[in-house]
C-alpha cells in the first residue's frame, strides 16, 4: 500500500506486512544508553542497520523511488527516527512523512515540519511521562525489553530486576521497584511453567529467541526465575 504513491519503510513488522516493494521492513532498534542502532534479530551485528538501509535504499532508486515514509509503532523522543532518516539520507533517500500508532506532543510537533508532516492513532498529552508495553515485561519473550551493551556483547534487558531497570525504563516509581519487578517474574513464571507443560520439556535459557542479561545459557528458564524470587531482588 502506497501513500500518495510513496513507499513505506515499516520499523515495527506487527503493523503492517511487509512486501519488499511498497512496504519494506526495517530491522532495528536503539542501543540503551546511546544513539547506536543496532538489529533486534541479529543485535551483535553492529553494521546490519546500516546495511539494510543502503539494500533498501539502493532497490527504492532501482524502483524509480527516493522518498518514504517511516512507520513505527510509537514515537517518544524521535531520537530512533531522527538517526533512521539521517542515514536514508546519506543513501539517496528522504523521509518525507511518519505514520505511528501513538505519538508524543513533543516528537508530533517536530515531525509535523515534515512535507507529509506525522499522523497517529493516539496523540499523548505533555503530562504523559512514559508509555509502556505489555511484551516488555515478560521474561523471554521475543524483542521484550531493550538492548544493552554488556563488556562488547549486546543482550536483551527486560524492564524489570535483576534483568533490567524498572526505574529508568518503565518510569516506575523507585519505591515500588523491587515488588513490581516481583510480580513481573511471578507472571512471567506462570507463562514458562505453562510452555513448559505443553511442550513436555524444559526450557533452557539458550533456548530463547535473544539473550538475557544476568543469566546463564545452560540454565532452565523457570529455574532462573524461581531462583529469583528467592532472594532480594536487586540490579546486578
Do not use: H
Request: proline share 4%; charged share 25%; hydrophobic share 35%.
Amino acid at each position: 500500500m502506497y501513500i500518495g504513491g510513496i513507499p513505506i519503510v515499516s520499523l515495527d513488522s506487527v503493523y503492517l506486512d511487509s512486501n519488499d516493494k511498497d512496504i519494506i521492513f526495517l530491522d532495528c532498534t536503539r542501543l540503551d544508553g546511546s544513539s547506536d542502532l543496532v538489529s533486534r534479530i541479529n543485535p551483535n551485528d553492529k553494521d546490519s542497520v546500516n546495511r539494510q538501509i543502503k539494500s533498501i535504499s539502493d532497490l527504492l532508486k532501482k524502483n524509480g523511488s527516493t522518498s518514504i515514509i517511516l512507520a513505527d509503532d510509537v514515537v517518544f523522543s524521535g531520537s530512533v527516527l531522527r538517526s533512521v532518516s539521517s542515514i536514508f539520507r546519506k543513501n539517496g533517500i528522504n523521509v518525507v512523512g511518519i505514520r505511528a500508532c501513538v505519538s508524543t506532543d513533543s516528537a508530533y510537533s517536530e515531525f509535523s515540519k515534515l512535507p507529509l508532516g506525522i499522523k497517529c492513532g493516539c496523540l499523548m498529552g505533555p503530562n504523559v511521562i512514559d508509555q509502556i508495553c505489555e511484551r516488555d515485561f515478560y521474561f523471554g519473550v521475543a524483542q521484550s525489553g531493550i538492548s544493552v551493551n554488556k563488556d562488547g556483547v549486546i543482550y536483551k534487558a527486560p524492564y524489570f530486576k535483576p534483568f533490567g531497570d524498572p526505574v529508568e525504563r518503565a518510569s516506575i516509581p523507585e519505591e515500588n521497584s523491587d515488588t513490581f519487578s516481583k510480580n513481573c517474574i511471578i507472571r512471567s513464571l506462570a507463562l514458562w511453567d505453562r510452555i513448559e507443560k505443553l511442550s513436555g520439556r524444559e526450557i533452557l535459557i539458550k533456548d530463547l529467541p535473544e539473550v538475557i542479561q544476568n543469566t546463564n545459557d545452560n540454565s532452565g528458564v523457570c529455574k532462573t526465575l524461581r531462583k529469583e524470587l528467592k532472594r532480594d531482588i536487586k540490579i546486578r
